[in-house]
Nanobody, 122 residues
Framework: QVQLVESGGGLVQVEGSLRLSCAAS????????MGWFRQAPGKEREFVAA????????YSTDSMTGRFTISRDNAKNTVYLQMNRLKPDDTAVYYC???????????????WGQGTQVTVSS
């Protein structure tokens, strides 16, 4: 079994920054694709970013591009999401994910964390 534990969410002002972390445990974590999705109140869940074991990255094609950076530390089985120049529209629950396929599709990720709330105040 894989467990994903997120941290780093919180309240931040517009144009501020936050770094989310997600530590994975379990044998399936090694070599897996890790990433982030988010879901805002009343909206559908959306892809944010993903990263392979060898640091190939994939990002959402919308306004997050250029502001968010995903990275990972394989020795710690941990993935990070650095979020800069945050906007009120970035307010959402952010979910860490782990799966076998490098994809923007949620169904391709079999493991999900509990989520961490990010709130951007204006």
């Amino acid at each position: 079994q894989v467990q994903l534990v997120e941290s780093g969410g919180g309240l931040v002002q517009v144009e501020g920054s936050l770094r989310l972390s997600c530590a994975a445990s379990g044998r399936a974590a090694a070599g897996a694709v890790m990433g982030w999705f988010r879901q805002a109140p009343g909206k559908e869940r959306e892809f944010v970013a993903a990263i392979t074991w060898d640091d190939v990255t994939l990002y959402s094609t919308d306004s997050m591009t250029g502001r968010f950076t995903i990275s990972r530390d394989n020795a710690k089985n941990t993935v990070y999401l650095q979020m800069n120049r945050l906007k009120p529209d970035d307010t959402a629950v952010y979910y860490c994910v782990l799966g076998a396929r490098f994809s923007r599709i949620a169904a391709n990720y079999g493991y999900w964390g509990q989520g961490t709330q990010v709130t951007v105040s204006s």
